[in-house]
C-alpha cells in the first residue's frame, strides 16, 4: 500500500510539472504568435502608409455614418479635399449633411459635395431631392454621382436616366459632374470629357488614366480628433497642374455646354 501511495503521488506530481510546462510553453506561444501578428499588422500598415504617401493629394468622403468629424483635424492629418454625401435617390437625405458642410467652412479644405444614384426613381425626383438638400452649398470640387451597382453594364434607360440628372446638375449649378463608379459604367454615362471626370471605385484605373480620383481604402483609419475614426480614403492620380485644373469645375471654365441628349 505505501508504495502504491508513493507512485501515484509521484504519478500526480509528473502530471502537475507536464500541465505547467505545457501551460508555460502555451502561453510563450500565444505571445509569439501575438508579436508576430502585431508585427505583421505593423508593417502591413506601414506598407499601406508608403503606398499612400505617393499620393500628396488625398482626400476623404463624409456621410452619417462617420458621426462627428473634427475637419481641422482631417486637414492637419494631411488630407487636402473632401466629399461631403447630401442624398441619396428621391427621398433619402443625410441627417448630418447641413451640420457637416458648415463645419467644414474654415478648415482650408477643399469640399465637394454627392449623391447616391439610384435606377429605382427618376432623374427629376433625384434631382429634386439633391437640389433641395444641398441649396446652393456645394462646395468648389466638382459635383459626384456615385453609381454603386453590380451590373458589369447599364441598359440604355439607365444610362439616358443618368444623363438627364448630369444635365439638370450642369444647367442649375454649372458644374462639372465626376462619375463615381466603375470604367465600364463611366464610358457609357459620360458625354464630353472635360465635363464628366472619373472617381474609380476601387484602387485601380486603366493604363493611362490619370488627373482623376480613386478609392484608395474603404476603411481607412485616420487620426481625428484624437482618436482613429475610419473612413473611405481617396486619393487624386495626379500632378499638381491637374489638379489646380480639377479645382476649377465651373462649365464656363471648361468649354462645355449645359445640354447633352
Not at 224 to 240: K, R, T, Y
Request: with cysteine; aromatic share 12%.
Amino acid at each position: 500500500m505505501t508504495d502504491s501511495r508513493i507512485t501515484r503521488r509521484s504519478r500526480l506530481a509528473r502530471n502537475r510539472r507536464y500541465h505547467r510546462l505545457m501551460g508555460c510553453f502555451n502561453l510563450i506561444l500565444m505571445i509569439g504568435i501575438g508579436y508576430l501578428l502585431m508585427m505583421g499588422f505593423n508593417g502591413y500598415q506601414n506598407y499601406q502608409t508608403q503606398k499612400l504617401n505617393r499620393y500628396p493629394i488625398r482626400g476623404v468622403t463624409v456621410s452619417q455614418q462617420n458621426s462627428y468629424v473634427d475637419f481641422i483635424s482631417l486637414a492637419n492629418a494631411g488630407e487636402k479635399f473632401i466629399y461631403i454625401r447630401a442624398s441619396q435617390g428621391s427621398i433619402y437625405t443625410d441627417n448630418d449633411f447641413a451640420d457637416n458642410y458648415q463645419r467644414s467652412q474654415g478648415s482650408n479644405l477643399k469640399i465637394g459635395v454627392y449623391h447616391s444614384f439610384s435606377f429605382n426613381s427618376s432623374a427629376a425626383d433625384q434631382f429634386a431631392n439633391f437640389s433641395s438638400e444641398v441649396g446652393n452649398d456645394i462646395g468648389i470640387l466638382p459635383i459626384a454621382i456615385q453609381i454603386n451597382v453590380n451590373e458589369a453594364s447599364l441598359s440604355s434607360s439607365q444610362v439616358r436616366s443618368v444623363r438627364s440628372f448630369i444635365n439638370q446638375i450642369q444647367q442649375r449649378y454649372d458644374r462639372r459632374v465626376v462619375i463615381w463608379s466603375t470604367p465600364k459604367i463611366y464610358d457609357q454615362v459620360r458625354f464630353g470629357k472635360q465635363l464628366c471626370l472619373f472617381w474609380s471605385l476601387n484602387n485601380s484605373l486603366n493604363h493611362g488614366q490619370s488627373g482623376v480620383l480613386k478609392t484608395y481604402n474603404a476603411s481607412q483609419n485616420i487620426k481625428n480628433d484624437g482618436q482613429n475614426q475610419q473612413f473611405i480614403q481617396a486619393v487624386f492620380a495626379g500632378s499638381n497642374a491637374q489638379w489646380k485644373s480639377y479645382i476649377r469645375p465651373n462649365l464656363s471654365e471648361n468649354g462645355g455646354t449645359t445640354s447633352e441628349n
